[in-house]
């Protein structure tokens, strides 16, 4: 080929070397090498050079798990991957998708939902644990096994907590009880221990293999080591009831704990087991969320000190110094989304029905969105949009820039799980009444029940892998749609493939 007769490249009035004239092109952006391919035969060579490409691919985030073999043309590659972003994009502001429910009718009502990467756990009240994989295009995984032994007789607890990782899938009962399943060996727990009381929090690790949980005055890390054998990392005795429990992401060694109880905030470590992270008499915290370096939470001010309003407060998790205060608002924070927003940001719920997105390097909100009847419940966001979940039951889609609503859904009960990520939204709307008004009418009235179990909601908006269950292929219209008109989820009508 043409290239491999090119050793040297002509540089204005200089003659370089092949492989110096390439680490000199490779500072230059997307557009700068296409203008470059203009001024002559051997630096068009230069300029689809494929490691450039491919290292523009990696830097804006694409194909990341791939190696320079994998592709014969990471031009191409880009302009694809890019094309498929912004058609996900306009997806997702359209609502130009598939919707599915999932549901379980043995289990009776939804206790609680999770999800990691698609694939959602559900919790009820019959005992029974469910998941889903909805990266699959029937939806379908296994039920996980009863954790009860051949000696137990009686109905099973119902589930208090439910969560679920890359590998993990975690449930808490109302006895006492966790269970763990691997992912990989099925419906099998392959651990189990018991608290002597109730349990308040559950958390899972975002990755590996630790559990904690918080029962009465106390809170418990069990962790697997490498062949698989569980064990209780640690214990740690607390003076109040737990509220809000995570675990620290991204951390190799022991495990480490944030856990909230009432107005103290813990920093759970082994080498120093009663570190309190940050306490004020009286003022309890609402919320929490903790990233690899960082805990954020919510704290509520009781009227008597009217110059300090309710606020998020974020700590570094290193020095155990507060590094920011953030909001100024008259309602209590709900939910704060640490974890999962962009670098440097930080998404909130309120009381006062209000989302706010936070800059960590500055104090006030960059943007507040109006967004619900009664409070927030769940928030998620990204580089570009938000989704908020509310008391009342409605789903709603924000475009962050623009400050604007997208759009909107809703469902019966609170919206208690929101996660999604660039193709698919997981959405939970669980009861608060676990047992509507009296469990018998449940039992034989169908459309009682139905009003009352809760619901889980899946939606997939990259349309090459649309779930194929979701809406019946009559009510899916194939015309272009009126001016105006983009909710064509679920479309009913017109029937026009009949």
């Not at 992912?183 to 958390?203: D, K, S, T």
Request: proline share 4%; aromatic share 10%.
């Amino acid at each position: 080929s043409f290239q491999n007769e090119i050793n040297e490249v002509p540089f204005f009035d200089i003659q370089l070397p092949y492989e110096l004239a390439l680490k000199i092109f490779q500072y230059l952006s997307k557009t700068e090498l296409g203008r470059c391919a203009q001024v002559s035969r051997t630096w068009k060579v230069l300029a689809e050079d494929e490691v450039l490409w491919y290292r523009l691919c990696q830097q804006e985030g694409y194909l990341l798990d791939t190696s320079i073999s994998d592709c014969s043309c990471w031009k191409l590659a880009l302009k694809s991957c890019r094309a498929r972003e912004r058609t996900l994009k306009t997806n997702w502001k359209n609502r130009i998708g598939a919707v599915s429910q999932l549901q379980y009718e043995l289990g009776k009502i939804l206790c609680d939902v999770h999800s990691c990467d698609g694939v959602v756990i559900a919790g009820y009240t019959s005992g029974e644990v469910r998941l889903w994989d909805t990266r699959t295009w029937d939806y379908t995984a296994p039920i996980l096994e009863a954790t009860q032994g051949p000696g137990d007789a009686g109905p099973q607890p119902r589930v208090s907590f439910v969560r679920i990782n890359s590998s993990l899938a975690v449930a808490a009962y109302e006895d006492g009880t966790v269970s763990v399943w691997s992912l990989m060996f099925g419906r099998e727990p392959v651990h189990r221990y018991q608290h002597n009381q109730r349990i308040q929090a559950l958390a899972l690790g975002s990755e590996g293999a630790t559990v904690a949980t918080a029962s009465g005055f106390e809170v418990k890390v069990e962790s697997a080591n490498d062949k698989g054998f569980w064990q209780t990392a640690e214990t740690f005795e607390i003076q109040k009831l737990v509220n809000f429990l995570s675990l620290v992401p991204d951390i190799t060694e022991s495990p480490v704990a944030v856990a909230a109880a009432e107005d103290i905030v813990y920093l759970l470590k082994a080498e120093d087991p009663g570190k309190i992270l940050h306490s004020v008499y009286g003022q309890p915290v609402t919320c929490l969320d903790v990233s690899a370096g960082e805990a954020a939470f919510g704290v509520k001010t009781f009227g008597w000190l009217l110059n300090e309003p309710n606020q998020i407060l974020l700590y570094n998790l290193e020095t155990s110094q507060c590094l920011k205060k953030m909001g100024n608002s008259i309602g209590d924070f709900t939910c704060v989304n640490l974890q999962n927003s962009p670098p440097h940001m930080l998404v909130t719920g309120n009381k006062d029905r209000r989302v706010r997105v936070f800059d960590l390097r500055k104090s006030e909100s960059l943007c507040s969105l109006y967004a619900h009847q009664l409070g927030v419940s769940a928030v998620q966001m990204d580089d570009w949009k938000i989704v908020s979940g509310g008391e009342e039951g409605l789903v709603c889609v924000w475009d962050q820039r623009m400050g604007t609503k997208l759009w909107e859904m809703h469902a019966r009960h609170p919206v208690r799980h929101v996660w999604f990520n660039s193709h698919s939204l997981i959405t939970a709307n669980i009861p608060d009444e676990k047992t509507p008004r009296g469990a018998s009418i449940a039992d034989d009235d169908l459309t009682m029940y139905c009003k009352h179990r809760g619901i889980i909601y899946a939606y997939e908006f990259s349309v090459d892998q649309l779930a194929v269950e979701s809406i019946l292929p009559i009510c899916r219209s194939s015309y272009d749609e009126v001016t105006g008109y983009n909710y064509n989820i679920g479309l009913a009508v017109p029937y026009d493939n009949i």
